[in-house]
Nanobody, 119 residues
Framework: QVQLVESGGGLVQAGGSLRLTCAASGRTFSTYTMGWFRQAPGKERKRVAAINWSRNNIYYADSVKGRFTISRDNAKNTVYLQMNSLKSEDTAVYYC????????????WGQGTQVTVSS
């Protein structure tokens, strides 16, 4: 089990950028697949991006391809989400999550950070 804490959310104008950070505690972080999810008001939580432990398997939702970049620093127990060219439809609470077995089942979640994009 890992504890996850997100930061970096805020209010930004359309076209702007934000970088979200997820700090993890736990010795086995480096072996976990990590993901970023988001949930807009009244909508289901959806996976935005994911990265496996070796960084050779990266996933992006179609809606963010070419604009968002997920990365991780295993030495710092941290995963990032760089978000560029933000749109109003990116407004949501963003969650960091950990998949310890790499099978798509995310077992540990952060508390979320709000991202609001004004048009």
């Amino acid at each position: 089990q890992v504890q996850l804490v997100e930061s970096g959310g805020g209010l930004v104008q359309a076209g702007g950028s934000l970088r979200l950070t997820c700090a993890a505690s736990g010795r086995t972080f480096s072996t976990y697949t990590m993901g970023w999810f988001r949930q807009a008001p009244g909508k289901e939580r959806k996976r935005v991006a994911a990265i496996n432990w070796s960084r050779n398997n990266i996933y992006y939702a179609d809606s963010v391809k070419g604009r968002f970049t997920i990365s991780r620093d295993n030495a710092k127990n941290t995963v990032y989400l760089q978000m560029n060219s933000l749109k109003s439809e990116d407004t949501a609470v963003y969650y960091c999550a950990a998949d310890p077995d790499g099978n798509g089942v995310y077992k540990d979640w952060g508390q979320g950070t709000q991202v609001t994009v004004s048009s």
